[in-house]
Protein backbone atom coordinates (compact mmCIF):
# COMPACT_ATOMS: atom_id res chain seq x y z
CA UNK A 1 0.00 0.00 0.00
CA UNK A 2 1.66 3.36 -0.70
CA UNK A 3 0.03 6.73 0.53
CA UNK A 4 -2.46 6.77 3.57
CA UNK A 5 -1.36 3.88 6.26
CA UNK A 6 -4.49 1.20 7.68
CA UNK A 7 -6.44 1.36 11.21
CA UNK A 8 -8.30 -1.27 11.20
CA UNK A 9 -10.03 -1.24 7.75
CA UNK A 10 -9.85 2.44 7.42
CA UNK A 11 -7.40 3.86 5.20
CA UNK A 12 -6.34 7.11 6.72
CA UNK A 13 -4.85 10.09 5.23
CA UNK A 14 -1.23 10.91 5.65
CA UNK A 15 -1.26 14.75 6.87
CA UNK A 16 2.57 16.43 6.97
CA UNK A 17 2.77 17.92 9.41
CA UNK A 18 1.05 18.00 12.31
CA UNK A 19 4.28 19.93 14.17
CA UNK A 20 2.56 23.05 11.79
CA UNK A 21 -0.86 22.87 13.84
CA UNK A 22 1.37 22.93 17.36
CA UNK A 23 3.64 25.57 16.25
CA UNK A 24 0.75 27.50 14.49
CA UNK A 25 -0.92 27.18 17.94
CA UNK A 26 1.74 28.26 20.46
CA UNK A 27 0.72 31.89 19.13
CA UNK A 28 -2.78 31.58 18.31
CA UNK A 29 -4.40 29.40 21.12
CA UNK A 30 -7.58 30.30 19.68
CA UNK A 31 -7.61 28.38 16.32
CA UNK A 32 -6.92 25.08 18.29
CA UNK A 33 -10.21 23.72 18.51
CA UNK A 34 -10.79 24.42 14.44
CA UNK A 35 -7.78 22.55 13.66
CA UNK A 36 -8.26 19.83 15.44
CA UNK A 37 -11.80 19.47 13.83
CA UNK A 38 -10.24 20.20 10.38
CA UNK A 39 -7.41 17.68 11.12
CA UNK A 40 -9.81 14.81 12.36
CA UNK A 41 -12.39 15.48 9.31
CA UNK A 42 -9.17 15.25 7.19
CA UNK A 43 -7.60 12.24 8.18
CA UNK A 44 -10.60 10.01 7.25
CA UNK A 45 -11.29 11.94 4.21
CA UNK A 46 -11.48 9.73 1.19
CA UNK A 47 -11.23 12.87 -1.33
CA UNK A 48 -10.49 12.33 -5.09
CA UNK A 49 -10.36 16.47 -6.16
CA UNK A 50 -11.70 19.50 -5.59
CA UNK A 51 -15.20 18.63 -5.33
CA UNK A 52 -14.63 16.07 -2.78
CA UNK A 53 -12.80 18.83 -0.66
CA UNK A 54 -16.02 21.16 -0.83
CA UNK A 55 -18.06 18.67 0.03
CA UNK A 56 -16.07 18.81 3.71
CA UNK A 57 -14.98 22.16 3.78
CA UNK A 58 -17.42 24.33 1.11
CA UNK A 59 -15.37 27.30 1.56
CA UNK A 60 -11.87 25.53 0.49
CA UNK A 61 -9.93 27.28 -2.47
CA UNK A 62 -7.51 26.44 -5.00
CA UNK A 63 -5.06 28.37 -5.44
CA UNK A 64 -2.55 27.50 -8.08
CA UNK A 65 -1.71 24.21 -7.40
CA UNK A 66 -2.44 24.68 -3.70
CA UNK A 67 -5.70 24.17 -1.87
CA UNK A 68 -6.50 26.72 1.33
CA UNK A 69 -9.16 26.09 3.81
CA UNK A 70 -10.55 28.92 6.10
CA UNK A 71 -10.13 27.72 10.11
CA UNK A 72 -12.06 29.91 12.83
CA UNK A 73 -14.31 31.19 10.82
CA UNK A 74 -11.23 32.80 8.02
CA UNK A 75 -10.21 34.19 10.77
CA UNK A 76 -7.36 31.81 9.57
CA UNK A 77 -5.96 30.31 6.49
CA UNK A 78 -4.55 26.60 5.99
CA UNK A 79 -2.88 26.49 2.78
CA UNK A 80 -2.09 22.84 1.65
CA UNK A 81 -1.01 20.33 -1.34
CA UNK A 82 -3.09 17.28 -1.71
CA UNK A 83 -1.54 14.39 -3.34
CA UNK A 84 -4.87 12.56 -4.12
CA UNK A 85 -3.77 9.70 -5.56
CA UNK A 86 -1.73 8.99 -2.41
CA UNK A 87 -4.05 10.26 -0.23
CA UNK A 88 -0.84 12.36 1.37
CA UNK A 89 -1.40 15.99 2.63
CA UNK A 90 0.81 18.41 3.12
CA UNK A 91 0.30 21.53 5.00
CA UNK A 92 2.68 23.94 3.41
CA UNK A 93 1.56 27.37 5.60
CA UNK A 94 -1.04 28.26 8.69
CA UNK A 95 -1.40 31.48 8.32
CA UNK A 96 -3.54 34.72 9.77
CA UNK A 97 -5.92 36.05 6.99
CA UNK A 98 -4.03 39.35 6.50
CA UNK A 99 -0.36 37.34 6.02
CA UNK A 100 -2.58 35.29 3.30
CA UNK A 101 -3.82 38.41 1.45
CA UNK A 102 -0.61 39.71 1.63
CA UNK A 103 0.32 36.80 -0.66
CA UNK A 104 4.44 36.04 0.42
CA UNK A 105 3.39 32.19 1.06
CA UNK A 106 3.10 31.86 -2.51
CA UNK A 107 7.40 32.83 -3.29
Known amino acids: MRGGYRFGNLLVVRIISR ?3 NEFCK ?3 DALESLLHWHG ?13 RADFPQADAVDASTA ?8 RLVS ?5 WQI ?4 HIL ?12
Open 96 to 107: THAEYDRGKWKL
Open 89 to 92: FYIR
Open 69 to 76: FNISGNKY
Open 81 to 85: VIKYR
Open 41 to 53: VTKRARWRHLADV
Open 19 to 21: AAI
Open 27 to 29: AHK
